[in-house]
């Protein structure tokens, strides 16, 4: 079955530096890629997802890009603002298959120092 | 927006007893599932649900079984409650649209159970 791997486990950054997440996945034939924010006592929330015909996608101060050669995607957040600290997770499916459910990796907690 | 209700934000149960975390859903999704999130070790996936009547084990099932009867409603269910199974539980649904469309998954948010 699918594999992922999240990096780093805890990121620390300024207020206004840019993060960066980075996960790899282990089946080649995966295809959709989406992103999942977590606020403190919330529930996770799909903040941005790549499909595997793209190499990049941009929303706003976040983007995705995605290197389908090397099996990994990474979440990049721009001039971060203190309500960008969260728990983020990647997870990786292989869609259109028989296949059910996603695989998550393990989190990233960022934090935000204003 | 899809809407997942989890019945309980907080439970605290003892060793030993029955517990069941509902889990509803209004958007007629055919997946649902039941992951357990601790620190460190992310969302693991404990039971999912494609259809009606229809389960199959995750990566950690052991300890607990889960019930579909409809559509909407997705159960787990603690057989006997033990202190390790202290931990936020997480209730999520989807649907897939042929072809590769968007995957829909969504969580409701989380059920804290604390066994003493």
């Known amino acids: 079955g699918e594999n992922v791997e999240q990096h780093p486990s805890t990121l620390s950054v300024q207020e206004g530096d840019s993060a960066v997440i980075k996960c790899t996945y282990s089946?080649?034939?995966?295809?959709?890629f989406p992103w999942y924010k977590q606020e403190l006592g919330k529930r996770p929330q799909l903040i941005i997802d790549?499909?595997?015909?793209?190499g990049e996608k941009k929303d706003q101060r976040i983007a995705v890009t995605l290197n389908k050669t090397a099996k990994h995607f990474s979440l990049h957040i721009t001039e971060t603002q203190p309500e960008d600290s969260a728990v983020y997770f990647c997870?990786?499916?292989?869609?259109?298959?028989?296949?059910?459910?996603?695989?998550f990796g393990k989190g990233t907690l960022l934090t935000v120092n204003p | 927006d899809v809407k997942v209700t989890q019945s309980s934000r907080y439970l605290v149960k003892r060793t030993g007893e029955k517990v069941f975390l509902e889990c509803v859903q209004d958007?007629?999704?055919?997946?649902m599932f039941w992951y357990r999130q601790d620190p460190g070790l992310g969302l693991r996936l404990i039971y999912f649900?494609?259809?009606?009547?229809?389960?199959e084990k995750g990566d950690i099932p052991e300890g607990y079984s889960v019930s579909r009867e409809k559509k909407e409603r997705f159960s787990l269910i603690l057989e006997s409650a033990s202190t390790n199974q202290t931990s936020m539980y997480l209730c999520?649904?989807?649907?897939?649209?042929?072809?590769?469309?968007?995957?829909?998954?969504?969580f409701g948010s989380g059920t804290r159970l604390t066994v003493v």
């Open positions: 649900s494609y259809d009606v009547k229809m389960k």
């Open positions: 958007m007629d999704h055919e997946n």
């Open positions: 089946d080649s034939a995966s295809n959709y």
């Open positions: 999520a649904s989807s649907f897939l649209i042929a072809g590769g469309g968007h995957y829909g998954y969504t």
């Open positions: 790549i499909r595997s015909n793209v």
């Open positions: 997870a990786a499916i292989l869609q259109g298959s028989s296949n059910y459910k996603l695989t």
